[in-house]
């Protein structure tokens, strides 16, 4: 099984069109240590020719000309694509945008959990991607599922889903106040449990996380790579540095420190590899010279970046 992070930044990229603090204005004057990142979402092919994209990100079309893994072969036809299906984890703007980009009447299959196709049924921007050719597939929770191109052929790939805490997303929202509480932990976001037929080696991609509770920390145990939520350091993150009024978890973002946060919550669970991902614009460990970068890797954690590659 081989993984390619193509996108390692949380929604807006970093640095953010309209962002204008610290860590946006460095990665844009070239600092060392400080390197853009497009919009979250991984790659995994379990023969090298055949590609699962997990979220389509709106930088999608960036991304696949960044990866010549997921471009047409030079021998392919004159419309083709390695791009065999595209499994969401939620329907947030940043994981589903980028579906629209795809949508040049190329077969590929669609997988997401019932709340997460049910958005994409109600807004009917999405059928330019006509289900004829698109098929949109039933993630079933706590389920393990071979994903199939469209034509039905399997990939290699397997998924099992798994509900994580989280909210829906945030243009689903009724109101406009920071503090209301969108929570949900029923499937509008979940994690993802990648492996080969054989089911060895497994990767795990959380992108988004809203805590860390006993189901989830044995779940993750004995993982062999784990790609989890790193969108902000401290849950007033956004908040210090005047750029919103949210907390990392009414967005539905775990921190990365304190006694709440993930590297506390998964210090005794054994995992074989750590990485952080989905990560804000606003989170210091971007900066690679920052002390919080060096306290993620102290305590076993990367930071995740694009075009960051691993096989099992």
């Known amino acids: 099984m081989r993984v390619k992070i193509i996108g390692s930044a949380a929604g807006g990229g970093f640095p953010q069109w309209n962002c204008n603090y610290r860590l946006s204005r460095a990665a844009r004057a070239g600092m060392p240590g400080v390197h853009s990142r497009t919009q979250s979402s991984i790659a995994a092919s379990a023969d090298g020719k055949g ?54 009447r190329q077969p590929f299959a669609i997988y997401a959990s019932a709340q997460v196709l049910a958005t994409l049924e109600a807004n009917s921007i999405f059928n330019v991607l006509d289900p004829s050719i698109v098929p949109r597939r039933l993630l079933a929770p706590m389920e393990e599922v071979a994903i ?30 920071p503090g209301a509480d969108f929570s949900s932990d029923t499937g509008d976001t979940i994690g993802v449990r990648i492996s080969g037929a054989d089911g060895r080696g497994a990767v795990f991609y959380v992108p988004g996380c809203a805590r860390i509770d006993a189901a989830l920390r044995m779940r993750l145990a004995d993982a062999a790579c784990l790609l989890f939520d790193g969108t902000v350091y401290t849950d007033d993150e956004m908040i210090t540095a005047r750029v919103g009024q949210k907390t990392g978890a009414r967005m539905g973002h775990i921190a990365m420190s304190g006694e ?24 210091p460990v971007l900066d690679e010279n920052s002390a919080e970068h060096a306290a993620v890797k102290a305590a076993g954690w990367e930071v995740a970046a694009d075009g960051m590659e691993m096989e099992f």
Request: hydrophobic letters at 45%.
């Open 51 to 104: 590609w699962v994209l997990f979220n389509a990100s709106p930088d999608i079309r960036q991304q696949i000309a960044q990866a010549p893994e997921l471009q047409p072969a030079a021998d392919a036809p004159l419309r083709s694509t390695p791009i065999r299906a595209v499994v969401l984890t939620n329907a947030d703007v940043d994981h589903v945008a980028g579906l629209l980009s795809l949508r040049e």
């Open 148 to 177: 199939r191109g469209a034509d039905g052929h399997p990939t290699g790939v397997v998924v099992g889903s798994f509900p994580v805490p989280g909210k829906v997303a945030l243009y689903l929202e009724q109101g406009g106040d």
């Open 260 to 283: 709440a946060g993930s590297i506390a919550g998964l210090a005794d669970v054994k995992i074989g590899r750590r990485i952080f991902i989905h990560i804000n614009n606003t989170n």
